[in-house]
């Protein structure tokens, strides 16, 4: 709309009143892969199209599920959860003035957004659905499953806001002195030590545990090469100082799990079963009934964890009660560096080539009651 002032018989100013863009048409349908919505532009066009779900039109339930998108479609492969049930979708389009209606119900009345899409932290995913909503994650990565996103959850390491070439946060290590330091593993940031070393042990800052034996789950993504992973649970002192006790559970070149009860650098090994070549396990060690214990190696099928790929009876628990988790070197090989993705080093070439593997590694909290 344009509106004209007319000022002292001496001009004529057209003065233009920004609006938010035009209703999208009601055309919007699914392809043919039932997966991808596609609608038109309306008139006058739109820099951009959010996509609102909902599930109870009656009610007008529906929340963001697409912003930002700068094509008039999107792909939308979820379906609902129970049978019979189904799914609305809304579109409206974006201009710098503003959003569009979605649209206008049976009696002609508007239906309101509810809760307008936002991005705060701008990494195309709604506020409403980011697992770190004031973090950009753009992957939403979240290894525990617990609803917060790795990138801003206190018990992930992931080192995406640490330097590379020092060392990371929030990491002690005990009895050397061994550059343990972030790398940029083909995009994706991680760690390793530098060389080749022997019972090196560094330590989780922010995985401690607020007491003895407490019930610990640790998430761990590793690469599949030809490489060893030891990390230490109910960990205390260092092997390099012949000090403490912790269970260690070891990764092998051939993905062959052995559990290790450390005593000092004494190491007792049992053979466990082969990991997966998807590069992902979860540890669960769990306090049980008088002086035992047992951990369970649980394997990862692409969407789910299968409990119990191998479980490690602790007889003796009695020895392990340090608060520590650590990652490890245990007998002259690489420790593997943790976060997601990446490459590790032929052990057959020399050890200043380096570079150890990866891991992701998360901590679930103790259960109610235990003491």
């Known amino acids: ?168 946060a929030d990491v002690v290590q005990f009895g050397s002195n061994v550059p343990f330091l972030v790398k940029d593993f083909a995009g994706d940031r991680g760690v390793s030590y530098e060389y080749t070393y022997k019972n090196v042990t560094d330590r989780l800052e922010r995985l401690l545990a607020e007491m003895p034996q407490q019930d610990t789950t640790v998430y761990l993504d590793f690469a599949d090469s030809s490489e060893t992973c030891a990390a230490e649970l109910w960990s205390e002192g260092s092997a390099s100082l012949d000090s403490g006790t912790a269970l260690v559970l070891e990764i092998g070149p051939s993905r062959g799990l052995t559990l290790y009860r450390r005593e000092g650098n004494i190491y007792t090994p049992t053979n466990g079963p082969v990991a997966p070549l998807n590069g992902r396990l979860r540890l669960r060690l769990i306090k049980g009934p008088g002086t035992t214990s047992a951990l369970h190696v649980d394997s990862w099928d692409g969407q789910l964890f299968v409990p119990d790929l191998g479980v490690f009876d602790i007889p003796d628990d009695h020895r392990y009660r340090g608060l520590g988790t650590t990652l490890a070197s245990r007998g002259g090989r690489p420790a593997r560096r943790e976060t997601r993705d990446g490459r590790s080093r032929d052990p057959s070439r020399p050890a200043h080539t380096q570079e150890g593997p990866v891991l992701v590694v998360g901590l679930e909290g103790v259960p109610a009651g235990r003491r």
């Not at 049930?85 to 389009?93: D, K, N, P, W």
């Not at 009696?107 to 932290?121: E, K, L, Q, R, W």
Request: proline share 11%.
């Open 1 to 168: 709309m344009q509106k004209k002032l007319y000022l002292g018989g001496l001009l004529w100013i057209s003065v233009a009143h920004a609006s938010p863009p035009a209703e999208v048409p009601p055309d919007a349908v699914f392809g043919a892969d039932r997966q991808t919505l596609s609608w038109s532009v309306p008139s006058g066009g739109a820099n951009t199209f959010n996509v609102y779900r909902g599930t109870v039109p009656s009610i007008q339930n529906h929340e963001c599920r697409v912003i930002g998108s700068t094509v008039p479609s999107a792909v939308l492969s979820e379906i609902p959860e129970n049978p019979g049930g189904l799914f609305y979708f809304l579109v409206s389009a974006v201009n710098p003035d503003g959003e569009s209606r979605l649209a206008v119900d049976s009696n002609g009345i508007p239906i309101p957004t509810g809760s307008p899409c936002s991005d705060a932290d701008g990494d195309s995913v709604p506020d409403n659905r980011d697992s770190c909503p004031s973090t950009p994650n753009s992957t939403q990565d979240d290894q525990d499953q617990n609803g917060v996103g790795d990138r801003c959850d206190p018990n992930t390491y992931d080192f995406e806001a640490d330097i590379i070439g020092q060392r990371p």
